[in-house]
């Protein structure tokens, strides 16, 4: 299944796919303590509902740590990034 990724766009709960939006320009986001892009699995303008089980682990690690996930291995594939 191909991926893309996606804005945080706000909400109560940033592990459901409607708190996202397709992105169409490269995001600038790093780390921080907001969640600003995620990489997932495409399903048109919002993410394919639900998230995965490990893209939901991601965002709450994420938001826990402040470092974009996964954080370990270093050179891994990063699927959260975040904002200030």
Same mark, same amino acid.
């Given at each position: 299944?191909s991926r893309?990724?996606? &804005?945080?766009?706000?909400?109560?709960?940033? #592990?459901?796919?409607?708190?996202?939006?397709?992105? #169409?320009?490269?995001? %600038?986001?790093?780390? =921080?303590?907001?969640?600003? &892009?995620?990489? !997932? &699995?495409?399903? =048109?303008?919002?993410?394919?509902?639900?998230?995965? !089980?490990?893209? %939901? @682990? *991601?965002?709450?690690? !994420?938001?826990? #740590?402040? %470092?974009?996930?996964?954080?370990?291995?270093?050179? &891994?594939?990063?699927?959260? *990034?975040? @904002?200030y």
């Open positions: 299944m893309s990724w996606y &804005a945080f766009i706000g909400g109560d709960d940033p #592990t459901r796919s409607q708190s996202y939006i397709k992105l #169409t320009i490269k995001h %600038q986001c790093l780390c =921080g303590n907001q969640i600003c &892009a995620i990489y !997932a &699995a495409d399903n =048109g303008s919002h993410p394919e509902e639900p998230l995965s !089980a490990n893209l %939901q @682990r *991601y965002i709450k690690d !994420a938001l826990h #740590t402040g %470092q974009l996930q996964p954080e370990f291995p270093f050179d &891994a594939k990063k699927f959260v *990034y975040l @904002r």
